[in-house]
């Protein structure tokens, strides 16, 4: 463990794990995980879908920007950092079964991981419903656009 770290709550190590840690993945399960923990993948797929939809509407829509894998930063700015019970996310370089296995992993804390996950499951619905383009009366609403241009923020020296 090169860099471990602590929980910002109780100070146990991330490794040992405690009832603060709501999920340590790598990075590239993620948001997978995070999805599952909340049991959210109705409502998560059901949100893709309707980015989607909008995207071929504003002509936003290309193929690369399609798929959605979410990368853990663009999933944090947009859903866990709005949630009441989102703690910290951090990462810590972990190795893996192989030396050249290690990697990032993605720390997520919170004081109270089940009541964080309820919170996002709700949060991918007040989101679909927020997108619904016939509630979007006002055109501010509308046009504004999510910060899609993140995908590029992936700094992990790997
Ligand atoms: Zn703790």
Redesign the pocket.
């Known amino acids: 463990m090169i860099d471990q770290k602590h929980?910002p709550?109780?100070r146990?190590p991330a490794a040992t794990g405690?009832?603060?840690?709501a999920v340590a993945a790598e990075g590239r399960d993620f948001v997978r995980r995070c999805v599952e923990l909340c049991q959210g993948e109705k409502q998560w797929r059901g949100l893709g879908e309707q980015r989607r939809r909008q995207r071929v509407l504003t002509g936003e829509w290309s193929p690369e920007r399609e798929d959605y894998t979410w990368l853990e930063t663009a999933f944090c700015e947009q859903f866990l950092k709005r949630l009441t019970w989102f703690g910290e996310m951090q990462y810590e370089l972990r190795s893996g079964p192989k030396p050249n296995q290690a990697g990032f992993w993605v720390l997520l804390w919170s004081k109270d991981p089940r009541q964080l996950w309820w919170e996002l499951r709700d949060e991918f619905e007040r989101q679909a419903q927020a997108e619904q383009p016939k509630r979007a009366s006002s055109p501010k609403a509308a046009v504004r656009s999510p910060k899609t241009d993140r995908r590029h923020e992936r700094a992990l020296p790997l």
């Open positions: 929980c709550y109780c146990t405690c009832k603060h840690l």
